[in-house]
């Protein structure tokens, strides 16, 4: 089992981006899969999660302006960034956890947003 993020890169504040994240050999009605982040010198946050079920969270400094989603029948899970702002600026990691643990335990590799004029 694998998770592949991809979709990072540069934009400008107020932009855009979609990042995916491939989830290889889960099934994504048992495993519950987050999206983190870390900026250069801060602790590594969680951004959105997807539980097996379909509900959402998102961190409170990202609601309205991030949204996460999953494609069942691909195997992916993505997280739409809009109204992007310098502070959002950070490695963004998927990662994966079975339904009704507590740990994520599956990481992928990061991919790179940065926002700046």
């Known amino acids: 089992v694998q998770l592949q993020a991809s979709g990072g890169g540069l934009v400008q504040p107020g932009g855009s981006l979609k990042l995916s994240c491939k989830t290889s050999?889960?099934?994504?009605?048992?495993?519950?899969v987050g999206w983190f982040r870390q900026a250069p010198g801060k602790e590594r946050e969680g951004v959105a999660c997807?539980?097996?079920?379909?509900?959402?969270e998102h961190l409170d400094s990202v609601k309205g302006r991030f949204t996460i989603a999953r494609d069942k029948a691909n195997n992916m899970v993505y997280l739409h960034m809009n109204s992007l702002k310098s502070e959002d600026t950070a490695i963004y990691y998927c990662?994966?956890?079975?339904?009704?643990?507590?740990?994520?335990?599956?990481w992928g590799q990061g991919t790179q947003v940065t926002v700046s004029s």
């Open positions: 050999g889960y099934n994504l009605d048992y495993y519950d």
């Open positions: 990662a994966a956890k079975a339904r009704y643990s507590s740990v994520y335990n599956t």
């Open positions: 997807i539980r097996n079920d379909g509900n959402t």
